[in-house]
């Protein structure tokens, strides 16, 4: 079945520093999704990519989108404390299904 | 607040007991999902109700029953867990088009089987 590896699975960086987190799939994707979960909380949903090479930026976050639809990634440019949290991707398969990768967890030292 | 409700936060029921995880949303939307997230693992799909007919069922044990009256109610039955069965069971909601769509994640419910 349709696999979507994640990495990496834990990074600690200082504050200030970038972050990114690479997602795989081991089959193409309708899109890709990515969510963010604090510590304690749920996932709640960040972005949503379609094309082929698609990039996508939300202030510090840089998202983007494998030519092949089969990888994505995040970048975080210097982070902060509050991008805390575990983030995952998930890639779009058949139906209503969506895989999710294992998530990385960031944590930021201030 | 996503508008999608989970009831009860938490729960500590042993392996003999019967109880039931509820969730309601209130965005108007025809697919509903239950997740599992155990600890370092990736969240598993359990079940989908898409206009209220159950389309997916990912081999999960008859411990686990899904129940979904109407589009914004869903509810999950449990009976004679195991310990490995404690984990945050999310319930998500979408609007079901042709291919994934965004899903919105309730706060979720932590079970703990003793």
């Known amino acids: 079945g349709q696999q979507v590896m994640q990495i990496p699975q834990y990074q600690h960086v200082q504050e200030g520093e970038d972050f990114t987190t690479y997602c795989n799939s081991s089959?193409?994707?309708?899109?890709i999704q990515w969510y963010k979960q604090r510590p304690g909380g749920h996932p709640v949903f960040l972005i949503q990519?379609?094309?082929?090479?698609e990039v996508k930026k939300q202030k510090r976050l840089t998202f983007q989108f494998g030519e092949a639809k089969k990888n994505s990634s995040l970048h975080i440019t210097a982070t902060q404390t509050t991008d805390v949290g575990t983030y995952f991707c998930?890639?779009?398969?058949?139906?209503?299904?969506?895989?999710f990768g294992a998530g990385t967890i960031l944590r930021v030292k201030s | 607040e996503t508008g999608v409700t989970q009831t009860p936060r938490h729960l500590v029921m042993g392996m003999t007991n019967k109880k039931s995880l509820k969730c309601e949303q209130h965005?108007?939307?025809?697919?509903m999902y239950w997740y599992k997230q155990s600890a370092k693992k990736p969240l598993e799909l359990m079940f989908v109700?898409?206009?209220?007919?159950?389309?997916e069922n990912n081999s999960v044990p008859s411990r686990f029953s899904p129940e979904c009256p109407n589009s914004s109610h869903l509810f999950l039955h449990l009976h004679t867990l195991q310990p490995e069965d404690s984990a945050l069971y999310l319930c998500?909601?979408?609007?079901?088009?042709?291919?994934?769509?965004?899903?919105?994640f309730g706060p979720g419910t932590r079970l703990t089987v003793l």
């Open positions: 965005l108007g939307h025809n697919a």
């Open positions: 998930a890639g779009g398969g058949y139906g209503n299904k969506l895989v």
């Open positions: 089959t193409t994707l309708s899109n």
């Open positions: 990519l379609v094309k082929s090479g």
């Open positions: 998500a909601s979408s609007q079901a088009r042709r291919g994934p769509d965004t899903q919105y």
């Open positions: 109700y898409s206009l209220e007919e159950r389309v």
